[in-house]
């Protein structure tokens, strides 16, 4: 198993190139299952979790291929299996974004409960709930997702009892094929949901209100294939900015959305950043230790949760006290005991971390815990005296594509190295 060692100090300056979104692609890919056109989609990026995306599909019956470096060609043509089992959904949660889909085009989809970080229960209820709302018999038995449907779904209304990105995905993609109008009300806001969105559109969806809190789908008979290029990936975009600020540094994100995060560039501002932005790029400039900030996640567009860890790592080398309250998974502060063993003080309250900002970190072996917990601890590592030695970084390559060779070419001393 391969680890991350990471000699701090260096200054990060120079210019990253943002890869696909990860948690845009994966709904995209399972889009293919729609439709027995092929289905084009570019700037994808080579992650951990898009071969697994890979892999089931693959097990499912699509035909995938890959052109290009980036681009996947999918093809749902042929025998279709309406089975995901568990040795693959158990590697990454977002495979239960096939059970909409299929059920939509096949009239039945078995998948198994989801795995992947454990940072939480995030349960599937409210994705099983918005397909009964659409006429399915949904049973779970044996730890699997059962859905039958006699013909085809039924429009229907459809409010979640909490704004869900992975919910939303898939009540869109099952209300495409479906009789009628679906609204979907308390719907989760995310860019991912509008990248979503416009390949459904693209493919032959009616599809009006994504981006907002109440989305209305107009089914119709089929959709056909297409052409679609994967949204920047804000998260990543963040991440290298974050580095840029903590090593006092000058980094440009190039391919890039400054649009779909707002609320994390207003707080590196308040950090004592200077962040200039394009159309497609960010320019973060630091040459001063930053200034802590305090922040509380909520859904798009408030502040995201896939960011908490980052400025978590951030504060812990900051001037002054922050505090952080992370308000949408129940586990998300595993990060805090590893990142305590570089130096950092931090304290835990329930849901609050309060982070006291040192003049130092000392390099250290840490365990990453979950995919955005590793990006903070290789942030801290940029940053601490001496070495750091990350293990179980697959959860990095979940979610961050050739990091080791994105920072060398911004100037830092990291490399991957085997157990």
């Not at 089931?56 to 470096?69: A, D, I, S």
């Not at 939509?104 to 918005?130: M, N, Y």
């Not at 991440?239 to 649009?259: K, N």
């Not at 949760?305 to 949408?328: R, S, Y």
Request: aromatic residues 4%; glycine residues 10%; proline residues 4%.
């Amino acid at each position: 198993m391969d680890k991350l060692l990471i000699r701090g100090g260096c200054r990060l300056e120079g210019e990253v190139l943002i890869s696909g979104s990860k948690n845009a692609a994966l709904p995209l890919m399972a889009a293919s299952l729609l439709t027995g056109d092929a289905l084009r989609l570019g700037n994808v990026p080579d992650l951990r979790d898009i071969q697994t995306m890979v892999h089931l599909l693959r097990g499912l019956g699509v035909v995938m291929e890959q052109p290009t470096p980036g681009t996947w060609r999918m093809s749902a043509e042929g025998p279709i299996t309406a089975v995901a089992p568990y040795e693959i959904v158990k590697q990454m949660r977002a495979s239960i974004l096939v059970l909409g889909p299929l059920l939509a085009r096949f009239g039945e989809a078995r998948v198994s409960l989801p795995g992947g970080c454990a940072i939480g229960s995030r349960p599937v209820d409210q994705h099983i709930k918005g397909l009964e709302a659409m006429g399915a018999e949904v049973v779970v038995e044996g730890g699997y997702v059962h859905a039958r449907m006699a013909g085809r779904l039924q429009g229907a209304r459809v409010l979640f009892d909490m704004a869900t990105v992975g919910g939303t995905e898939n009540i869109m993609m099952a209300a495409t094929l479906a009789d009628g109008e679906t609204l979907i009300e308390n719907a989760a806001r995310e860019p991912e949901i509008v990248d979503l969105a416009v390949l459904l559109r693209s493919m032959g969806a009616e599809i009006d209100g994504a981006g907002s809190d109440t989305i209305r789908i107009r089914g119709v008979e089929q959709l056909h294939g297409a052409l679609h290029q994967v949204v920047p990936d804000r998260i990543e975009t963040g991440s290298y900015l974050i580095a840029a600020a903590m090593t006092q540094g000058d980094v440009t994100c190039r391919a890039t959305r400054p649009d779909l995060l707002e609320a994390v560039l207003l707080k590196l501002e308040e950090a004592g950043c200077q962040v200039d932005r394009g159309t497609d790029w960010i320019r973060l400039q630091m040459d001063e230790r930053p200034k802590a900030v305090s922040f509380r996640t909520q859904p798009y567009p408030a502040f995201p949760t896939d960011m908490q860890a980052q400025f978590m790592a951030l504060d812990a080398v900051a001037e002054g006290t922050g505090t952080i309250t992370e308000t949408i998974f129940e586990n998300r502060f595993m990060h805090v005991q590893e990142l305590n063993r570089l130096g950092a003080r931090i304290a835990v309250d329930g849901h609050t971390a309060i982070v006291r900002g040192t003049g130092h970190l000392d390099g250290a072996p840490v365990i990453a815990t979950d995919l955005r917990a590793s990006m903070s601890l290789v942030l801290a590592g940029l940053v601490a005296r001496g070495q750091t030695l990350i293990d179980r970084i697959y959860h990095i390559d979940r979610g961050y594509e050739r990091i080791e060779a994105k920072l060398q070419r911004l100037g830092a001393d990291v490399r991957r190295v085997a157990k």
